[in-house]
């Protein structure tokens, strides 16, 4: 199949870029110039680094190699690896064909244009490629273990729960294959990332340490059970809604599947503060595993697929998004940092001046 003759890819492409840019709006992270300047004087071992996202260093090791010394610049960077993220995205949910447009509407999507500057939207790609790989029973070795280096590297406590996420959902005669060299990429992953830590003598408090410090456990449980119906939608959205026809429609032992790794996403999300964030991402394999499921059954009970489109794209819009982060959010959590509308015209004005004036 030639994919640039494939109108669903386009659409997906282009409804992806509606959501992106006009219905969620694109913002950067708050303490994105700190990203910023931490990339700047990695190595040069002549200041303490002790922030916490040191520990998903790749778009700030990116940053580094590439020796971009302005902000402007390193804020055009994140947008354009978001804007190939997506392409590749929309690319490896084809095999999901008239029903990938369904993907696009479930909670990574906001969390991916509200947060622009953190390593989700690397997370994601890789756990649609990973999930893609189960479905299809394309058992390679080497691609797990690839796949799963990177996402250690790039994320390890979102890698360790997919991993378990995925062994749950994987078929009894995928599991073998699926966990030795997925569990040794992880592994050698979450070794580079100790090596790395200690040659730029990280000297914060790593994630697991994070999660003992005063109320924070105390906060994330009550931010999440305070809020648990928009907890839960804001992870899902309107895909929501498949879960909950596939629990009338599909065989017991499946459901249980999926709700024993919801469990474990809501259980996982519970042990740190950003709530919506983790939880969309750790949703993505139970998302696609419910849309293929959904796109099986249709042929045995002949679903309307447009008319289960029209109701994850309706009701994803109607209720729009209740983003969990400290408080339920209705709108971007990060609105102090320089806007992406404002950065854009400032740089084709910059870069016309002579040709305008």
Request: no cysteine; charged share 20%.
């Given at each position: 199949m030639n994919i640039l003759k494939n109108k669903i890819f386009w659409l997906n492409i282009l409804v992806s870029e509606v959501l992106i840019h006009i219905v969620y709006k694109i913002t950067y992270l708050d303490n994105i110039s700190d990203h910023f300047d931490v990339s700047?004087?990695?190595?040069?071992g002549k200041s303490e680094i002790t922030q916490f996202y040191i520990e998903s260093p790749t778009l700030i090791l990116l940053n580094k190699f590439l020796?971009?010394?302005?902000?402007d610049i390193f804020l055009v960077l994140l947008y354009v690896i978001l804007q190939v993220a997506i392409v590749l995205i929309c690319y490896n949910i084809m095999f999901l064909g008239e029903y990938s447009t369904i993907?696009?509407?479930?909670?990574?999507?906001?969390?991916?244009?509200?947060f622009v500057g953190y390593v989700d939207i690397i997370s994601i790609l890789l756990l649609v490629v990973v999930t893609k790989l189960l479905l299809l029973n394309d058992m390679a070795s080497y691609k797990l273990?690839?796949?799963?280096?990177?996402?250690?590297f790039n994320h390890y406590a979102i890698a360790l729960f997919s991993l378990i996420a995925l062994s749950i959902l994987?078929?009894?005669?995928?599991?073998?294959?699926?966990?030795?060299p997925s569990c040794i990429g992880f592994a050698i992953g979450y070794l580079l990332i100790t090596f790395y830590l200690g040659v730029i003598n990280f000297s914060g408090r790593s994630r697991l340490r994070f999660i003992f410090n005063d109320n924070?456990?105390?906060?994330?449980?009550?931010?999440?059970?305070?809020?648990f119906l928009e907890f839960i939608w804001s992870g899902f959205l309107g895909t929501i809604f498949i879960l909950i026809y596939?629990?009338?429609?599909?065989?017991?032992k499946n459901s249980i599947k999926y709700y024993l790794v919801l469990s474990i996403c809501v259980l996982a999300t519970s042990l740190g503060l950003d709530t919506t964030r983790i939880f969309s991402i750790l949703l993505v394999p139970?998302?696609?595993?419910?849309?293929?499921?959904?796109?099986?059954?249709?042929?045995?009970?002949?679903?309307?697929?447009g008319y289960i489109l029209f109701i994850v794209i309706t009701t994803s819009l109607f209720f729009q998004e209740r983003f969990i982060y400290g408080i339920v959010n209705l709108e971007s959590p990060n609105s102090d940092s320089k806007s992406f509308y404002d950065l854009i015209p400032q740089i084709v004005n910059s870069i016309m001046s002579n040709i305008w004036s």
């Open positions: 700047q004087n990695l190595f040069n020796g971009i010394s302005s902000i993907f696009l509407f479930s909670g990574w999507l906001v969390t991916v244009s509200w273990f690839f796949l799963f280096f990177l996402l250690s994987a078929n009894k005669n995928q599991i073998k294959k699926f966990l030795i924070v456990l105390d906060d994330s449980v009550n931010f999440i059970s305070d809020n596939l629990s009338f429609t599909n065989e017991w139970l998302v696609l595993y419910l849309i293929k499921e959904l796109k099986e059954s249709r042929k045995e009970n002949t679903i309307n697929s």
